[in-house]
T-cell receptor, first 112, second 118 residues
């Protein structure tokens, strides 16, 4: 089973842009890449989803290169409330495309 | 505001006891997922159902775990017998998933059931 990896932690300051990268070498051809945010004692919450190139919504952007073996979540102008764990989620080619694999998670800490 | 609900929110039990966790997915969603989260393993997919049919339960220890959807409004995850290593937070999620063109992975998570097996 392929492993989806992310940096364990990142630190930032309010107002800065934060980019979190996820490596997913065995992504299935038809699978999407999704990012979730999780606060303590809560379930993950959907942030953004994409298949290729760039996707932008009101809270984030998602950059996916042509080979789709990685993706980058971009959070513009973070605030203290963005302190959370961020996970990428992709399908797993090793599992026939039906095995969903969460990344290892990145703890983002935003300070004043 | 539609939400996934899970009961109980907390469960403390002794080794060897049966544990049943319940989930009510969002009305209209056709896929239900069960995940387990621990500090060591992170978020692991245990099983999921589409239109109430099991699609994949390869993440579950088959000898003690079972997942079912008796109807569209209820999903259950049972552990029998429970063991201390089963202590974790169990999340249910639901989503509207399309088989084509690909796997659409927007899932809505419940608040989780925190299980402690002594």
């Amino acid at each position: 089973l392929a492993k989806t990896t992310q940096p364990i932690s990142m630190d930032s300051y309010e107002g800065q842009e934060v980019n979190i990268t996820c490596s997913h070498n065995n992504i299935a051809t038809n699978d999407y890449i999704t990012w979730y945010q999780q606060f303590p004692s809560q379930g993950p919450r959907f942030i953004i989803q994409g298949y290729k190139t760039k996707v932008t919504n009101e809270v984030a952007s998602l950059f996916i290169p042509a080979d789709r073996k990685s993706s980058t979540l971009s959070l513009p102008r973070v605030s203290l409330s963005d302190t959370a764990v961020y996970y990428c989620l992709v399908g797993d080619k090793a599992g026939g495309g039906n095995k969903l694999t969460f990344g290892t998670g990145t703890q983002l800490k935003v300070e004043l | 505001d539609a939400r996934v609900t899970q009961t109980p929110r907390h469960k403390v039990t002794e080794m060897g006891q049966e544990v049943t966790m319940r989930c009510q997915p969002i009305l209209g969603h056709n896929t239900v997922f069960w995940y387990r989260q621990t500090m060591m393993q992170g978020l692991e997919l245990l099983a999921y159902f589409r239109n109430r049919a099991p699609l994949d339960d390869s993440g579950m220890p088959k000898d003690r775990f079972s997942a079912e959807m008796p109807d569209a409004t209820l999903a259950t995850l049972k552990i029998q017998p429970s063991e201390p290593r089963d202590s974790a937070v169990y999340f249910c999620a639901s989503g509207l998933v399309h088989a084509s063109p690909g796997f659409y992975n927007e899932q809505f998570f419940g608040p989780g059931t925190r299980l402690t097996v002594l």
